[in-house]
């Protein structure tokens, strides 16, 4: 599909896009990402090692009421599917920061996929050939539950 | 240390705290941890496939002028430092969301502390047994400089 179409324009496309193709509304979505209960404890075990990522039983006395992978996991995870097919910056994917919300468990099991928006595009001042574009990146379960929100400040390149 | 004493207070004890201890202002610091050059680019792999997280030379011709860790590893090896040391929650680490920011880069060979300071605590008023405690925490490497924020949502609960 084109890019660069105001509101409900969607791309798939792997096209790459500079600081210039990037329009408020554009929306992206990404392919899909298994979350497997051994990755799920491995990371839980190497990041964050805390009994309700890591023991089932744990896990069902705990406020999660069953195994739940790291917010990191999730959070992570959901950048691989934006580097690898959510979003398509030409440059590459460079966050400066952003705000982040787990409003739900991710669960072993659950597929997961990424819906981003472009919420604001701000050319730098000082630096003509770049930018900050405002993306909010939506990431759900196979149910469509929302189980991270990562609204990110991501450096964009003019085109030569 | 006591805990709970305002402003200049700190805490490396591994006491667990509940909402009731927090005071705004009280300060914790994490043990250490080494950023590996191998682990920086398997985690790259898994999550965060571009060049300057997975090649040298690639990295040395972009933006980051050398190998730089994923934003994510980075946030990943916070929150580890965080649970094994950094900031001891009675009932665990459970966040809610909250800011982040990458100021500067991490490099291979890096070693990153986590110092967090107490901003706020909001007790919930519908759920008296629980309660929101915002805390910042700053990653720094071995030349303090900064290379991430968490400005954390985390839930805390009474003592019984």
Do not use: C
Not at 26 to 34: D, I, K, P, V, W
């Amino acid at each position: 599909m084109l890019h660069g179409m105001p509101k409900d324009a969607e791309s798939e496309s792997p096209e790459p896009l500079f600081l210039n193709d990037f329009r408020v509304g554009q929306t992206f979505h990404s392919g899909e990402y298994l979350m497997d209960e051994s990755r799920i404890k491995a990371f839980a075990a190497e990041f964050d090692p805390q009994p309700f990522h890591l023991d089932e039983s744990a896990a069902q006395a705990s406020l999660f009421r069953g195994l739940a992978a790291s917010g990191w996991h999730t959070a992570a995870v959901t950048m691989r599917l934006l580097v690898t097919s959510g979003l398509p910056f030409a440059n590459g994917l460079i966050g400066l920061g952003g705000e982040i919300a787990w409003p739900n468990p991710t669960r072993p099991g659950d597929t997961l996929t990424v819906d981003s928006e472009i919420l604001e595009i701000r050319p730098s001042k000082s630096k003509p050939k770049q930018g900050i574009v405002i993306v909010r990146s939506t990431t759900r379960n196979q149910k469509r539950e929302t189980v991270y929100v990562f609204t990110a400040n991501i450096l964009a390149f003019r085109r030569d």
